[in-house]
T-cell receptor, first 110, second 111 residues
Framework: GQQVMQIPQYQHVQEGEDFTTYCNSS?????IQWYKQRPGGHPVFLIQ?????EVKKQKRLTFQFGEAKKNSSLHITATQTTDVGTYFC??????????FGTGTSLTVIP | DAGITQSPRHKVTETGTPVTLRCHQT?????MYWYRQDPGHGLRLIHY???????DKGEVSDGYSVSRSKTEDFLLTLESATSSQTSVYFC??????????FGSGTQLSVL
């Protein structure tokens, strides 16, 4: 079955430093989505990427979808304490299932 | 956020007892999902539904069953709970644009 891996599993950064998480799928994805889960909360949709090589920005967050549509990255510039949480990538398989990556837990040290 | 609610929010039960978790959505979404979240494993799909009475297994379906008698309700049942099923359970529904909306989760402890 489809596997979606993320690295790193954990990341501690000083406030103001940049942060990147990487997502790799064992299969080609029709699209990839990113979610953020605050501590004690539930995952919340951030963005969806559909096209090969697509890059999207949301303020300090930059999302990329690989040319082969098997990998993706999320980069946060100048982290803030409000960025704390776990970031998940997710993608549908050829059917109706949605597979989530293992997640990257981000800690921002003030 | 879409109207999706889970109940109960917390549950403590004993090994061997049946447990049913409920998910209710008000968005008329066709697809619904049950995930479990454990440290180091992210979100793993248990079962999903693509319509009333239409369900299928996910990657960790052993020991779980589901039912969907109405569009708005998706039930997850642990027939005989085991300690390995202690977890946080999330329900999600999928909009037409494929965006998933999650409930607030159920913390289940099996003693």
């Amino acid at each position: 079955g489809q596997q979606v891996m993320q690295i790193p599993q954990y990341q501690h950064v000083q406030e103001g430093e940049d942060f990147t998480t990487y997502c790799n799928s064992s299969t080609t994805l029709s699209n990839i989505q990113w979610y953020k889960q605050r501590p004690g909360g539930h995952p919340v949709f951030l963005i969806q990427l559909v096209k090969s090589g697509e890059v999207k920005k949301q303020k300090r967050l930059t999302f990329q979808f690989g040319e082969a549509k098997k990998n993706s990255s999320l980069h946060i510039t100048a982290t803030q304490t409000t960025d704390v949480g776990t970031y998940f990538c997710a993608g549908p398989d050829t059917g109706n299932q949605f597979y989530f990556g293992t997640g990257t837990s981000l800690t921002v040290i003030p | 956020d879409a109207g999706i609610t889970q109940s109960p929010r917390h549950k403590v039960t004993e090994t061997g007892t049946p447990v049913t978790l409920r998910c209710h959505q008000t968005e008329n979404h066709r697809y619904m999902y049950w995930y479990r979240q454990d440290p180091g494993h992210g979100l793993r799909l248990i079962h999903y539904s693509y319509g009333v009475k239409d369900t299928d297994k996910g990657e960790v379906s052993d020991g779980y069953s589901v039912s969907r008698s109405k569009t708005e309700d998706f039930l997850l049942t642990l027939e005989s709970a085991t300690s390995s099923q202690t977890s946080v359970y999330f329900c999600a529904s999928r909009a037409n644009n494929e965006k998933l909306f999650f409930g607030s989760g159920t913390q289940l402890s099996v003693l």
